[in-house]
């Protein structure tokens, strides 16, 4: 069977839930930035189970506004912050489309999709590959993705690549969250290892990865693993079967658009990416995640992935940042030249409380470079790489999030 990156833009098979705001404030502020909170519709969680979920149409500022930040989290259904170790937020996706009404009435659950029209990001991945606007998982917290004044990501406005019959925008949230409760291997559930969700390689025959090609046959965990409704292994004797009710709170900062505001570009760059070309034409080839193996003449050394990607339209870099997996011990983004453009840093817990606990990577710093100091050019090519700790692992992603300001305002 043939995939669509459920991780990335949603299976056909998974059910149309509308989205529905539990709780929602805003704040007033001397430069009009407001701030918004938002709750996903409820859904429920049980020790060792697997939920991916897909909420349409949630709750966004509406009209042509600049968006300054978007952050989530997992909370309970009394908007309590979910530790890592009891609920593992793989990822949340936030996605933009264009809805054409009339279609979309005659979809039915099979068909999610139908009546959408999907618009990915400025980033380089093919077809809907790493097509969202933003989107972390455990390191979520603790990772800025403040954008600093006056640049915002603009929406709200219908962009000419979309066809004209899909004139409501609208925007979806897709997740993946393991409840790790009671499991036998914390760790592993939350890398999807295979064995211990029990998922054999017969059950991935004909299988393909998010860019096309067939899963390698010694695919031992990631995202294929986590299906819809799994059982991770639990503790041997464990039977407690509590339920929880879970919801995703997002917190939005944004401005009315005016002139005053400068658009980005948003870009998203795989460290998976592999580079072919077809004729002076990039292909981009990403596989989303990667896992590590070593040998044991490996053992003790840093297991280091990078890759070059050129980037067909350049600009000035204003902000970047990286999602990150624990275990990770630095992510570096290299101009052609070789100069640094940023280097990462992962943020890992120390105690027990939401957004600090030991042994995961709960953050990653940001590179905030002054406006017009740091441009790419057109056409140049980057060097993207991520360093792990050499331990075998499954289901890594290497992702850099690069903001970039294609003109600068006189006054900067």
Not at 132 to 144: C, E, F, H, N, Q
Not at 369 to 385: A, F, H, Q, R, Y
Request: contains cysteine.
């Amino acid at each position: 069977m043939k995939f669509i990156c459920e991780v990335v833009i949603l299976s056909l098979s998974i059910i149309v839930i509308q989205s529905s705001i539990t709780f929602s404030r805003e704040l007033g502020s001397p430069n009009h930035i407001k701030t918004t909170t938002f709750y996903t519709k409820t859904f429920v969680l049980e020790p060792g189970k697997v939920s991916r979920q897909t909420f349409f149409d949630v709750e966004f500022p509406r009209g042509h506004v600049g968006i300054k930040n978007l952050q989530a989290e997992l909370v309970d259904e009394h908007g309590n912050s979910i530790p890592l170790y009891e609920a593992y937020l793989h990822h949340y996706f936030v996605l933009r489309y264009f809805e054409n009404i009339t279609m979309s009435q005659h979809a039915n659950k099979s068909q999610p999709n139908y009546g959408k029209y999907f618009k990915r990001n400025d980033g380089a991945c093919q077809t809907f590959v790493n097509s969202i606007s933003w989107g972390l998982g455990v390191d979520a917290r603790r990772t800025s993705t403040e954008l600093p004044d006056p640049f915002r990501v603009e929406v709200g406005t219908h962009p000419e690549d979309v066809p004209k019959e899909y004139d409501e925008e609208k925007w979806l949230i897709n997740i993946l969250v393991i409840d790790t409760r009671g499991v036998e291997d914390k760790k592993g559930c939350s890398q999807c290892r295979c064995d211990l969700l029990d998922v054999k390689s017969k059950d991935l025959t004909n299988t393909t990865g998010v860019d096309g090609t067939p899963l390698p046959s010694d695919y031992k965990g990631g995202i294929f693993c986590c299906e819809k409704k799994s059982q991770c292994k639990l503790q041997q004797g464990y039977n407690e079967k509590q339920k929880r009710k879970v919801a995703i709170k997002y917190t939005i900062s944004w401005v009315e658009w005016d002139q005053q505001q400068v658009p980005l570009k948003f870009y998203i760059l795989d460290v998976t990416d592999q580079v072919t070309y077809n004729g002076s034409e990039p292909i981009h080839h990403c596989a989303v995640e990667y896992s590590i193996n070593p040998e044991k003449t490996d053992e003790g050394h840093y297991h280091i992935k990078k890759t070059n990607i050129p980037m067909t339209k350049g600009g000035s870099l204003i902000y970047i940042t990286a999602h990150v997996h624990s275990g990770i011990v630095n992510a570096t983004l290299y101009g052609e030249d070789g100069r640094r453009l940023c280097e990462i840093k992962p943020i890992y817990g120390t105690g027990k409380e939401a957004g600090n606990e030991e042994g995961y990577a709960v953050g990653a710093s940001g590179c905030y470079p002054k406006p017009g100091s740091m441009k790419i050019k057109d056409g140049e090519n980057l060097t993207v790489e991520f360093i792990h700790e050499n331990k075998y692992t499954t289901g890594l992603m290497g992702h850099f999030y690069v903001y970039l300001a294609e003109d600068l305002p006189k006054s900067l």
